[in-house]
């Protein structure tokens, strides 16, 4: 069935602006795997009749694709679903709907108020044309049913990034790791690999489309297993994904994201070191750097254990970017906890990470076994702490980078000066530089001239 459908299907990279279909206007929060859920969630809905509008006051249809992860995040959401309401007052007739993270977390709730017109789960996107079918004023329509197979292998997302040169590709779904602080594994069901077949395909359909560059996208990269139906010994991991996605053409690039410390293998880093196209830059969320927090956090590793990856790292790839993610203040950090994390983060000397304050997610392990103790301001206080050392760090690692040479992919002009383009390099760092004559997709050699904590200003050469 699914077969039939691929051969028939129509490529369905860019979104329709047809003025005569109803439109469908989508909001996206959260993490890279919501933005390509996005791209899905408009791939259905193209084939079901609608076009994407970017105005929301031209919308039949306004759909915010959620996220739980920490409270301000659902907070922030809250005051746009007051803002969704306006819309409705305006012009009758009009659905909101809410998806992703935070309808599979609070469901029914969400149609307290009358305000929303749909509530669908991550795994429930197949069934939103039915859904808004079915809506009438006193008939909201809810689906958060989880599945154990759903990962949309057969759906070509319809890409929103614009850019056209860097796309995501998820390779599987949901989390089996129940992090004690982690909202996910709830919000997104169990983990399931997606079709490797599937996965290339959809990279050289964008390499075929001049996409130069795709992120493949899991919660645990590491994990990703596709067991095939006949025989184990074509079971395909995550390392052997890898490679081929990179054998797709030398010229596409291939990151991914996120590596969970524990699962990546030393296979996954020769791999990465074999092939020039697979992106120097490693994402290893560390979360804190004490044991007795990554015990409570249930992280399955330990500080020395993090080190020694990172030492094998170096070792096998020293040009590699290492990034990292940072909660202060989780349940009962002490002083010398924090310290920890401190000392771990000099130690490495990551070249950026995404930092946060402890956030007590309802209904995760934490909540019920931990209380939220760190008082706000300690917590506010450890977090300015580690942003200002990452700070110094990513300086450090941006100053060692001046007078080197990169091969650089163009993703866009930069924001701040149009005559100048925007790329990545290998090892994920931002680089802007002056190239009459080229545009994005090109690859370009460029030395570095100087640099700041986030950019690195370089010269073609
Ligand atoms: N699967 C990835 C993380 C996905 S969530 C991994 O395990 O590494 C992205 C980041 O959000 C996490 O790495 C963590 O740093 C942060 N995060 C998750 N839950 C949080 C919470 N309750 N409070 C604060 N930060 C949280
Ligand atoms: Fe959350 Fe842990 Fe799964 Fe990451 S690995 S999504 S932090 S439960
Ligand atoms: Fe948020 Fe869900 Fe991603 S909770 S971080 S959108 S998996």
Redesign the pocket.
Known sequence: MQDKQRKTRKMNIKPITDPSRPKVYIET???Q??MNDSEVILSILQDAGYALTEDIGQADVILA?????RDN?EQRIWGRIDQFRLQKRRRDGVIIGIV???AERLKEKLLDGHTVDLVAG?DAYRSLPDLIRQISPDKPQINVLLSHEETYADISPVRMDRNGVSAYISIMRGCNNVCSYC??PY??GAERSRDPQSIVREAVELFENGYREVCLLG?NVDSYLWKHPDSADKNVNFAQLLEMVAKVSPDLRVRFSTSYPKDISDEVIYTMAMYENICRHIHLPVQSGSNTMLEKMRRKYNREWYLEKVGKIRSVMPDCGISTDVIAGFCGETEQDHKDTVSLMEAVGFDSAFMFQYSERPGTLAARKYPDDVPPEVKTARLNEIIALQNRLSLESNTKEVGKRHKVLIEGTSKRNEEEFTGRTSNNKVCVFAAPGHKPGDYVEVEVLSCTSATLIAKLI
């Open positions: 929060y959260g993490c795997m919501n694709n959620t996220c739980s992860i995040a992703g993270c935070m991550p909202v996910v919000t997104r919660q």
